[in-house]
């Protein structure tokens, strides 16, 4: 739970402390965030420290999020290592660079599949977990990060675009953790008493133990 709301506050953290602390050139609205950490910027490291930081908690969150399918925490692993490297591939002064581009590209990407490859089962008791809730994000996802696309090239809103999807998907693990945490519980675990099982407090014989205890004779 701390390292999933840590992401989304160290980047919203980052960004606009970062953006405050830049000339009255910058605009938020129409500048990106990976400006604020370029080559030049008026004190860079800050939103360097950001992205590193986001990355180790992309990187935690996976590790921990066991309720979550093994796809989507490899992906959301692999997202927070994406995040280090776009850290250490800061844009040039006034322009960008191919590894800046590829290493944020991989990371969009990873973040806006996790949804879909963290999903486990329709019938699962965390609503965040489910195929169709994925389906859903990871399309909005998809749809955020062509607006920001369509702006970039356009010279229009790109830096608003931008924070709306990065901020979207910063937050997303953050959901799903709260949704394992409210979700409701589902005790079925095996008496150490052979033969019983305990079910929400009722303890009663169970049939599952013969496959599992074949040479148990049960009394008449």
């Not at 010279?155 to 409210?182: D, K, N």
Request: include cysteine.
């Amino acid at each position: 739970m701390l390292s999933s709301g840590f992401a989304p506050a160290v980047l919203i953290g980052g960004w606009a402390l970062g953006a405050s602390l830049q000339p009255t050139g910058y605009n938020a609205m129409v500048d990106s965030i990976s400006a604020l950490a370029a080559q030049g910027a008026v004190d860079s490291w800050l939103m360097t420290g950001a992205l590193f930081a986001l990355g180790a908690s992309y990187f935690t969150t996976a590790f921990g999020l066991h309720a979550a399918a093994t796809p989507g925490r490899v992906a959301l692993a692999c997202a927070g290592v994406a995040s280090v490297l776009v850290a250490l591939s800061p844009e040039p002064a006034g322009g960008t660079s191919l590894r800046h581009l590829v290493t944020t590209g991989i990371g969009f990407t990873l973040l806006a599949l996790f949804p879909v490859l963290a999903a486990e089962s329709e019938m699962s008791p965390v609503w965040a977990l489910r195929p169709s809730t994925g389906y859903a994000v990871s399309a909005l996802m998809a749809a955020g990060a062509a607006w920001f696309l369509i702006e970039l090239h356009g010279h229009g809103a790109a830096g608003l675009a931008e924070r709306i999807l990065t901020g979207a998907q910063a937050s997303w693990p953050l959901i799903v953790v709260a949704a394992c945490l409210l979700a409701p519980a589902r005790r079925h675990e095996l008496s150490p008493l052979r033969g019983v099982e305990s079910v929400d407090g009722v303890r009663h014989r169970s049939e599952p133990m013969r496959s599992q205890c074949a040479d148990y004779r049960w009394p008449r």
